[in-house]
Every structure is written in C-alpha cells, then in structure tokens.
C-alpha cells in the first residue's frame, strides 16, 4: 500500500512508463516506512525486493527523474511562503568498501577512500522547517583530480568554471532562477565559508535582482575606498571593527572537536561548550576585486556583519562570524534577522546526518555508482520527510496531527503509548510527535526539549509496524464484514 503523503509527494513523477512510476511510489512508500532497515529489510518480502532493485537499474530512473516530482512539490510549498531559505552545502558520500568496490566510485581526498560528492540547494522556512530539495547535484571525481595536487600557480591559473568550487555559483544561478519562477515569495540563498568566491559575491550583487543572498567569509578581503582612494583599514575585518557596536548579546556555544588533526584554520579549532557574550557590528563596504588569469572582475559593494566575542577564554577559540550579504543593515533588528538567517544554515547539517545516520545511504550496497544515486535520490526524499515531522511538530505543534499522521498510525501510536484507546478527536501535532520519539527512545519530561530527527525516525519505523497491524487487526477491520 503506497502512502498517502507519497501520492502527494509525487503527482508529477514521468518515467516514461506507467508501470515504473508506481513502482517508484511503491519503493518510495516503503523505505520511507523503514528508513534505517536495509532494502530487503523495507521491502518486506522476495519480489517487492527485486522489484526495487529493478527500479534502481533501470536507465529511465535517473537521479534527476527520481528527485523531480519531490522538486515540482516543494516550488509549490514555497509559492504559499512570504519568505525562503535556500540553503547549499556540499557533503561527501564514503562508499569505501573492505572486500568490494562500487564500480564508478572516485577519489574523495587523495587517499584509499571512494565515493561521490553531493551539492544540495534546499529550502527552508525562517523557523527551520525544510520545505524540500530544490536543486542537487551528484559527481564522481577522476581519477587526475583525486589523486594529483595542483600547485597553487597552477590552481590560480584555472577558470572558475573548470573548477568544482564553481558548484557554489552555479547553484546561486539556480537559486535566481527559481526566484522567477515566484516573484512574490523572498528567497535568501545562504552560503557557508566554503561559498565566499569572488565570482558568487559578482553574480549575487548583479542586476536584475531575483535573489537575496548570505554568505559567510572565510577570506578577510581588501576593501576600496571612494574614488578608488584606499581606506585606513585596507580590509574587510578591520573596517567592521572600526564601526560602533549595535547590540549586544550572549549565546550558548556548542563544542567541537577538530575533524583533521593538523588543522590550522580558526574557524575548525576544537573548543569547548560555553556561554559566551558577543557584539554585533555592520557597515556597508567595497570590496576590491582580485586578480584572476585572463579576466578583469568587477568590484562589488556588500554589507558586512561581524559577530565577535568579547572576552574569549585565553585557552579557547573565540567565537567570530564574518557575514557578507545585500539585505539591508541600516538598523539592529534588520542585522539580527541577518544573523537568525544564517543560524538556519545549520538545519542542513541536521538534514545531512539525518540522510547518513538515519536513512544509512552510505551503507547501500551497489555494484555501480549509478543505481546508488537512484537510491540516493529517493532517500533525499524520506530524509527530507523525516526531518520535515521533526521540525514542523515543534513550529506548529497546535495544529491536528492528521496534517502528518494517518488515523490507523496516530490510533494505533495512542495505543500503545498510553495503553488506552485512542480518543475520538485527532489531538495535537506537538503531542503525537513526542508520542512517536517514545517509540524510539526518547523520555517525556516536562519543558524539555521535542524529539530530535535520531529518536524520530527509529520511532516512525515502529510506528509503520504498528500502524500495519492496527489496519489489519484493529478495531475498524473487526468491523468490517
């Protein structure tokens, strides 16, 4: 039985083949069910199983095909907002194998490690919610790249667009495009320090505007004074801190430990868990633009915002972002809308973990690259809906949770949590979340926390089960006649 929130999801779905776009809803349906389970575990039984694997084979069934219906539905959730977050990042898929290689695998780092890099343009909500995968793109690096260092001259030397670094202003042309397609609705692509390239901040600050834009700088860069006159301070940094302070306020910081051990940049230092006070600056500036081999770039006026800790411990790193943006910072409030934006970014990271731990894509096993990204499509798809219960039962837990929910799996959730029969009216969304993330673990208590996206999707898995056997077994099939 094919799900109700998976017809929905994939109204527009064109394989080319009636018979495989059912399919594909039936396999959809089905690891969305079980996202951690293996294929076999999912599909529940032998010729559901090959009927899968026969999905993922198939030519017609591309990456791109897969993921466009799931497109198509969330440019129409976002038409119905007044403003969306287009969040890009970049994540590596490890399909290291001990005794077998998946055939069509790159180099990830140089080393004996294989599998794919994925870019991903996804739509958020300003609380958080995702909306859903916009753009993404998958690729396989060669053999040249993975394993042959360039030389600095020899990387200066390269165009942008022969570059993978170009995947950031790529998907910016993306995010502007999409902008067309619904002028009513303000969308802000917001980029990490890995997007901060010349050539993003000149197409993003180019007219006709479509698409505001965040992105945070990892390069300190020179600033141009009036007139082409240079200025006191000569960069970016300094000119910010030579502006007064507009607010001030004190924020809990996260500890970290350093992913690579011979790391120097300041901004991947391990630190510890904190409070720390910080204070807040903005000013408008231009930036001088840098040379490039074989092209004249333009300059670019943006706004800078500088978020500073003030009396960092003398063991630690401080906490300091660097954000580059053209939404307007005339006053404090419209500055930490800039920053609450950008703290949304961090949603993607979630989502991310959410499609490695919680779906296990890196786990699938495949003989070729290619029917892995089949499968990685559709489990864009279930991670987006996972994580998509998660948020939205923490921004709108008032409303009724058939907005989510099936009767058969809210009643039956009832059931078995509260050992009670399930009421007769539907209750709250906020309610039958926690409900599910008992089944995976987590413990109610009052004013913590709701269930993250990790208890969640092991208590949506048992929810299926128990859902199953309420339909089958329940109160409404002894019923029946």
Same mark, same amino acid.
């Given at each position: 039985?094919?799900?109700?929130?998976?017809?929905?999801?994939?109204?527009?779905?064109?394989?080319?083949?009636?018979?495989?776009?059912?399919?594909?809803?039936?396999?959809?349906?089905?690891?969305?069910?079980?996202?951690?389970?293996?294929?076999?575990?999912?599909?529940?039984?032998?010729?559901?199983?090959?009927?899968?694997?026969?999905?993922?084979?198939?030519?017609?069934?591309?990456?791109?095909?897969?993921?466009?219906?799931?497109?198509?539905?969330?440019?129409?959730?976002?038409?119905?907002?007044?403003?969306?977050?287009?969040?890009?990042?970049?994540?590596?898929?490890?399909?290291?194998?001990?005794?077998?290689?998946?055939?069509?695998?790159?180099?990830?780092?140089?080393?004996?490690?294989?599998?794919?890099?994925?870019?991903?343009?996804?739509?958020?909500?300003?609380?958080?919610?995702?909306?859903?995968?916009?753009?993404?793109?998958?690729?396989?690096?060669?053999?040249?790249?993975?394993?042959?260092?360039?030389?600095?001259?020899?990387?200066?030397?390269?165009?942008?667009?022969?570059?993978?670094?170009?995947?950031?202003?790529?998907?910016?042309?993306?995010?502007?495009?999409?902008?067309?397609?619904?002028?009513?609705?303000?969308?802000?692509?917001?980029?990490?320090?890995?997007?901060?390239?010349?050539?993003?901040?000149?197409q993003a600050t180019a007219e006709p505007r479509r698409v505001d834009w965040i992105v945070r700088a990892c390069q300190n860069r020179a600033v141009q004074g009036e007139n082409g006159q240079p200025t006191a301070e000569r960069h970016v940094r300094e000119y910010v801190l030579g502006r007064p302070v507009l607010f001030t306020h004190t924020i809990q910081v996260r500890g970290r430990k350093a992913k690579v051990p011979c790391e120097t940049r300041g901004r991947r230092q391990?630190?510890?868990?904190?409070?720390?006070?910080?204070?807040?600056?903005?000013?408008?500036? +231009?930036?001088?633009?840098?040379? $490039?081999? %074989? @092209?004249?770039?333009?300059?670019?006026?943006?706004? =800078? /915002?500088?978020?500073?800790?003030?009396?960092?411990?003398?063991?630690?790193?401080?906490?300091?972002?660097?954000?580059?943006?053209?939404?307007?910072?005339?006053?404090?409030?419209?500055?930490?809308?800039?920053?609450?934006?950008?703290?949304?970014?961090?949603?993607?990271?979630?989502?991310?973990?959410?499609?490695?731990?919680?779906?296990?894509?890196?786990?699938?096993?495949?003989?070729?690259?290619?029917?892995?990204?089949?499968?990685?499509?559709?489990?864009?798809?279930?991670?987006? +809906?996972?994580?998509?219960?998660? $948020?939205? %039962? @923490?921004?709108?837990?008032?409303?009724?949770?058939? =907005? /989510?929910?099936?009767?058969?799996?809210?009643?039956?959730?009832?059931?078995?949590?509260?050992?009670?029969?399930?009421?007769?009216?539907?209750?709250?969304?906020?309610?039958?979340?926690?409900?599910?993330?008992?089944l995976g673990g987590y413990v109610t208590q009052r004013h913590r926390e709701p269930p993250g996206p990790q208890t969640l999707w092991i208590g949506l898995q048992r929810m299926h089960d128990f859902a199953l056997c309420w339909t089958l077994f329940g109160p409404a099939a002894r019923n029946r006649p």
């Amino acid at each position: 039985m094919v799900a109700a929130w998976v017809m929905e999801e994939t109204k527009t779905v064109d394989l080319k083949d009636r018979r495989l776009n059912h399919r594909l809803r039936e396999v959809l349906s089905q690891l969305g069910e079980h996202p951690t389970a293996s294929i076999p575990g999912a599909c529940g039984g032998h010729a559901e199983m090959m009927g899968a694997y026969r999905l993922f084979a198939n030519e017609k069934a591309t990456f791109e095909q897969v993921l466009a219906p799931h497109t198509e539905a969330t440019r129409q959730r976002l038409a119905q907002q007044a403003v969306a977050l287009l969040v890009q990042d970049t994540t590596e898929a490890d399909l290291t194998r001990p005794s077998q290689q998946v055939e069509g695998a790159g180099p990830l780092d140089g080393g004996p490690r294989r599998g794919a890099l994925l870019h991903v343009l996804h739509a958020f909500t300003p609380d958080g919610t995702p909306w859903g995968t916009l753009h993404a793109r998958v690729w396989v690096r060669d053999e040249e790249v993975g394993c042959a260092a360039q030389s600095r001259a020899q990387r200066a030397a390269t165009a942008i667009e022969q570059k993978e670094s170009y995947r950031w202003v790529d998907t910016l042309r993306l995010a502007t495009e999409e902008g067309q397609r619904c002028p009513a609705t303000q969308r802000i692509c917001v980029a990490d320090s890995e997007g901060d390239i010349y050539e993003l901040l000149v197409q993003a600050t180019a007219e006709p505007r479509r698409v505001d834009w965040i992105v945070r700088a990892c390069q300190n860069r020179a600033v141009q004074g009036e007139n082409g006159q240079p200025t006191a301070e000569r960069h970016v940094r300094e000119y910010v801190l030579g502006r007064p302070v507009l607010f001030t306020h004190t924020i809990q910081v996260r500890g970290r430990k350093a992913k690579v051990p011979c790391e120097t940049r300041g901004r991947r230092q391990p630190r510890e868990s904190r409070e720390a006070q910080v204070e807040t600056r903005a000013a408008q500036v +231009r930036l001088r633009p840098p040379w $490039r081999a %074989g @092209r004249q770039l333009v300059e670019v006026t943006v706004h =800078a /915002v500088l978020v500073r800790e003030v009396k960092p411990p003398a063991d630690d790193e401080p906490v300091e972002w660097l954000l580059l943006t053209r939404l307007p910072v005339g006053k404090a409030e419209q500055v930490r809308q800039v920053i609450h934006y950008y703290g949304v970014r961090w949603t993607i990271e979630i989502f991310f973990r959410t499609l490695k731990s919680g779906c296990r894509v890196e786990e699938r096993r495949f003989e070729h690259v290619d029917r892995w990204l089949s499968c990685l499509a559709v489990y864009l798809i279930v991670a987006w +809906r996972t994580l998509y219960i998660c $948020r939205l %039962g @923490r921004s709108c837990p008032d409303i009724s949770c058939e =907005a /989510v929910f099936e009767p058969a799996e809210w009643k039956s959730v009832w059931q078995v949590t509260d050992r009670s029969a399930p009421p007769p009216r539907a209750p709250r969304l906020g309610e039958m979340v926690r409900r599910v993330g008992q089944l995976g673990g987590y413990v109610t208590q009052r004013h913590r926390e709701p269930p993250g996206p990790q208890t969640l999707w092991i208590g949506l898995q048992r929810m299926h089960d128990f859902a199953l056997c309420w339909t089958l077994f329940g109160p409404a099939a002894r019923n029946r006649p």
